[in-house]
């Protein structure tokens, strides 16, 4: 009985595992190894850019010329990721008086921001089962 039970839950289960994705990030282009890498990853649109609300956040120690980070098991769905390179470790990306970041920063599929930042819609990308993004650090 306790066999069919299990048996029972692991068919259960498997389509709960096939769903999930994994994403690796990798960002490319950083000038040098001061400081951490500071990485925000979004799921939904409404939480977009406001930093106490991604669904993950990690702080990585920089690497020239690029680091990279996996996460696994992640439900499938729409995504966006915004980092900077805080140079200066003071867990903050440092503006000019006109707005603009003094510090490396980017965000994925390499939007390079004019006059604003980006939409959810402009930076979001499908993660399926396995899908790698690279970035580029903007200076």
């Not at 039970?5 to 000038?31: D, K, M, V, Y």
């Amino acid at each position: 009985m306790k066999l069919w039970i299990g048996l029972i839950l692991l068919t259960l289960c498997q389509p709960l595992q096939a769903q999930q994705g994994s994403l690796t990030i990798s960002i490319e282009g950083i000038r040098n190894a001061k400081g951490k890498i500071q990485l925000y990853v979004y799921n939904q649109k409404e939480d977009h850019l406001i930093t106490e609300q991604a669904f993950k956040a990690f702080r990585i120690a920089a690497q020239t010329p690029e680091v990279s980070i996996s996460l696994e098991r992640l439900p499938p769905g729409e995504y966006s990721v915004a980092f900077y390179h805080d140079e200066n470790e003071d867990s903050v990306c440092n503006l000019s008086f006109w707005g603009i970041p003094k510090e490396g920063y980017g965000f994925s599929r390499n939007y390079v921001p004019v006059w604003r930042a980006p939409h959810f819609e402009e930076v979001s990308f499908r993660v399926e089962k396995g899908s790698l993004i690279r970035l580029k650090v903007i200076y």
